[in-house]
């Protein structure tokens, strides 16, 4: 019988949150959710802390604390709360946990995440920003603290499944399949009037407004792109990106003797949750075989890097290196942002994004206050340049 596997999740309320507590409460003999860290939603960490009863919850927000520890007492909850970003980090570097499921969209991830890989934990990793903004920091901080890092998206996931640590020297290059968002096929002129309501409406997975609009202009597959680099250690002339749209082949694995090896599934963020949570055994996620049959056939194309430049960018990014990977992101936020608030357009997304790249040349990354000052001024430069588009 395997020993209780005690798990962190950070960012618990979100959708990866929601499906990682979903998988532990199949395994109560296995897994224990002991700390559950959310943003502002105090009213629904507090529903999750009645469920799963964790020795600890934290909320981002510092105003949220005292409606935290008044509402974990109304219910009589043992559950100790925190509040504030230090207190999170703390709990994912702490003895309250053996795995950190690392949710937090954003940049505000990245100290957490920092944390707990310095700490030696299995880190599940889903906040892609702290790959592609401290990369090189993130995987040295997990080699140097003993961590084992579970990549969450499914894309890494599907590779990280494909290619076994001693295989690596063998590889030809890997291959990343995308869905191709809500707009596959879309001309730039179809895309001038495309709203915030339709691109949040992903059509095969269930995410958050941000990453689904990422996945709705192909930065989340730029982003993936440098993702890949840092987890598997290859440069981007040997990752590539097919559109796929039936999302059932989450990525691809080519070998130097000619073999390609895939990983297949239905779209569903539990399965490459369950392989973090149990590797290397296997364990149930709650999700359903594949039936090849009634989904009848695979599809690819090339992805579209006129209509949807975010992924030429993030590609240029990778290849300019040092701190130009965490201006991509930053500008990418806060273009994101000012879409969804109907401020800017869609194609104004890209744009921004661009300009921000092209105002601030790339500059070396020695340390994690050189990646900070690189995102501050970019946020700064992109919500400057965000205020002068017009939405379109």
Not at 38 to 60: E, K
Not at 143 to 162: K, L, M, T, Y
């Amino acid at each position: 019988m395997p020993s209780l596997q005690s798990v962190t999740v950070l960012g618990a309320t979100g959708s990866i949150g929601t499906s990682a507590l979903d998988v532990i409460a199949r395994h109560p003999g296995r897994l224990r959710a002991s700390v559950l860290a959310a943003g502002r939603n105090v009213d629904a960490l507090l529903a999750l802390c009645r469920a799963h009863r964790p020795d600890h919850a934290a909320i981002a927000d510092p105003d949220g604390y005292p409606a935290l520890r008044d509402g974990l007492a109304a219910a009589g909850l043992p559950t100790q709360a925190h509040a504030g970003m230090d207190a999170i980090t703390d709990l994912a570097a702490g003895d309250a946990c053996q795995t950190v499921v690392a949710a937090i969209v954003g940049a505000a991830g990245l100290d957490s995440t920092l944390a707990a890989a310095r700490a030696g934990k299995r880190l599940l990793l889903a906040n892609k920003e702290s790959l592609v903004l401290a990369g090189e920091l993130l995987m040295a901080a997990a080699r140097d603290g003993g961590a084992c890092i579970v990549p969450i998206d499914s894309e890494h996931n599907a590779i990280f499944q494909c290619l076994p640590a001693e295989a690596t020297a063998d590889l030809r290059r890997i291959v990343l399949t995308a869905s191709g968002g809500p707009f596959r096929g879309h001309d730039r002129t179809q895309l001038a009037d495309v709203t915030p309501a339709q691109a949040i409406a992903h059509p095969k997975w269930s995410m958050g407004p941000k990453i689904s609009v990422d996945s709705a202009t192909l930065m989340n597959k730029g982003l993936e792109v440098i993702e890949a680099h840092h987890l598997f250690g290859l440069p981007g002339e040997r990752i590539d990106v097919l559109v796929h749209p039936q999302s059932l082949v989450h990525s691809l694995v080519e070998f130097i003797d000619g073999s390609t090896l895939a990983q297949l599934g239905l779209p569903d963020m539990r399965t490459a949750l369950a392989v973090g949570f149990g590797w290397p055994r296997r364990i149930e996620s709650g999700v359903a075989g594949l039936d090849l049959l009634a989904h009848g056939r695979l599809d690819f194309e090339p992805p579209d890097t006129v209509a949807f430049p975010c992924l030429r960018l993030a590609y240029a990014a990778l290849e300019a290196g040092g701190t130009a990977p965490a201006t991509l992101n930053a500008a990418n936020e806060v273009a994101v942002s000012s879409f969804l608030q109907g401020r800017i357009g869609f194609l104004s997304i890209p744009a921004l994004v661009e300009q921000t790249l092209a105002a601030l040349p790339a500059a070396p990354a020695a340390s994690l206050d050189a990646l900070r000052d690189a995102d501050i001024r970019a946020r700064e430069c992109a919500t400057q340049l965000s205020s002068r588009i017009t939405a379109t």
